[in-house]
């Protein structure tokens, strides 16, 4: 099987690796990668967004399965078009990536369907949205979501009525998420702990994965914006037996039986952002493909081939029954440029990787924003690489990582220093 995997970051280099080798795999190529995927499998400089372009590549390699790591290109329908070529993809379909594509109609299908979420009003217009709030309805904090993709920024969880008015004019009044933020949900907050929880999806049945719990906020203590993630552990200590079962039978099975109902089956990774909360686990967010940095703590757990996962989810033939796992703990740590999730400097030379390939055996390294400059490394973007520990223990995993993020340095480096802590 030659298998083409799409997307520059992180997630997909923890895709590539895990792909890489297993029996059956004749190549794995990756568009555009980074260095440290060219490392290790071929790469080849070709734009993620535009679905054309990478179909012409699959043809070109002629690749039995493509494998999509972000969610852009599914929005611009890559999946509908290889599907009208008669080729094998792994992701959603344009109308159903809509459960990440838009969140007015994300909510609206799961009240559709009778899967838990937080209470929630969209609002079309500026001006349903200052009435939202003057009604008083959610109280304080209330959340304000932009309908529309706005790479991880386009949540605000306002304390007050002024931030939350203010975060109304930035979204719809200044349009400070272009078209992604013409229009917004305003929900209740909810209070819980926060997991991930994912399936392989063939439209009708799933194979779930390991759970992982992901460290939105910049700084430690989740203070600070949000970020797309600074780091994840997984398994989650929280995700038991029973609450696994019940978030199977309420939110997974009702999600796949209302996408098939409606004429958008899902196929692909569903990811199901959920709070736990005291009534039980409802759903903050969908996303349409796998999460990153929860890919890089997941994939290394895997104990059976993904590529036949992923083949067979692709082509519709998937059994459902439960994913193969071994329990391990893996943390990964994010290390991301100085000034984000803003704007980042970059071009800051990267050392001491050398050192964790050579003294580090338990550690994993996986590249993200990038990029090589004669001869070296340099950073490119404002999540440049995700660092993975494992140990017996959550403790020895969390060590692990660590003891490896310390021996690694560029210029403006920032990390939060307490990944892992909430399994303890
Ligand atoms: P999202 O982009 O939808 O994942 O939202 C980003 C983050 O905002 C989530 O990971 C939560 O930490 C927070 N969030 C979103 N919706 C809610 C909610 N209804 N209540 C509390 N926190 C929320
Ligand atoms: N880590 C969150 C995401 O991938 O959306």
Not at 4 to 13: C, F, N, P, Q
Not at 295 to 315: C, K, N, R, T, Y
Not at 395 to 403: E, Q, S, V, W
Request: aromatic share 6%; with cysteine; charged share 20%.
């Amino acid at each position: 099987m030659r298998i083409l995997v799409v997307g520059g970051g992180a997630r997909e280099h923890a895709l590539s690796w895990r792909l890489a080798g297993e029996p059956g795999v004749t190549e794995v190529l990756c568009a555009p990668g980074n260095p440290g995927i060219a490392g290790m499998v071929r790469t080849l400089p070709v734009d993620p967004g535009d679905p054309g372009a990478v179909l012409a590549l699959a043809e070109a390699e002629r690749i039995d399965l493509t494998v999509i790591g972000p969610e852009l290109p599914l929005s611009r329908g890559v999946a509908d078009l290889f599907a009208a070529r008669g080729l094998r993809l792994f992701g959603p379909t344009r109308a159903a990536a809509e459960l990440e594509t838009s969140k007015v109609f994300a909510k609206a299908f799961m009240v559709r369907h009778g899967v838990p979420t937080a209470r929630y009003r969209a609002c079309a217009t500026a001006g349903d949205a200052f009435a939202t709030l003057a009604s008083g309805e959610f109280g304080y904090p209330v959340v304000l979501k932009a309908d529309g993709l706005a790479a991880g920024k386009g949540v605000v969880v306002a304390p007050d009525r002024a931030t939350a008015e203010a975060a109304v004019t930035a979204a719809m009044v200044d349009q400070a998420y272009g078209e992604a933020g013409a229009a917004l949900v305003i929900e209740e907050c909810l209070v819980g702990e926060e997991v991930s929880y994912f399936v392989v999806a063939d439209g009708v049945a799933a194979v779930p994965l390991v759970s992982a719990q992901d460290h939105k906020r910049i700084f430690d203590d989740d203070q600070g914006p949000n970020t797309g993630g600074m780091g994840a552990f997984a398994p989650s200590p929280r995700m038991e037996a029973a609450l696994e079962a019940r978030v199977l039978r309420e939110v997974v099975a009702p999600v796949l039986e209302g996408m098939q109902a409606e004429g958008r089956p899902f196929r692909g990774f569903l990811y199901c952002g959920l709070m736990l909360t005291a009534d039980g686990p409802k759903v903050i967010e969908f996303n349409c493909r796998f999460g990153d940095p929860e890919a890089q703590v997941v994939m290394p757990l895997l104990d059976e081939p993904l590529s036949q996962l992923l083949w067979e989810a692709a082509g519709g033939t998937l059994a459902s029954r439960p994913g193969r796992f071994r329990r391990e703990p893996h943390v990964g740590v994010v290390l991301a440029a100085r000034g984000y999730p803003g704007d980042v400097e970059t071009g800051q030379v990267i050392t001491g990787l050398d050192a964790v390939a050579r003294e580090c055996p338990d550690a994993v390294v996986f590249h993200a924003g990038v990029t090589a400059r004669d001869g070296a490394l340099v950073t490119a973007g404002g999540r440049v690489l995700t660092i993975v520990g494992r140990g017996a223990t959550y403790p020895d995993a969390i060590a692990c990582a660590y003891d490896a993020v310390s021996r690694v340095h560029f210029d403006g480096m920032q990390y939060r220093r307490d990944i892992g802590r909430k399994a303890l």
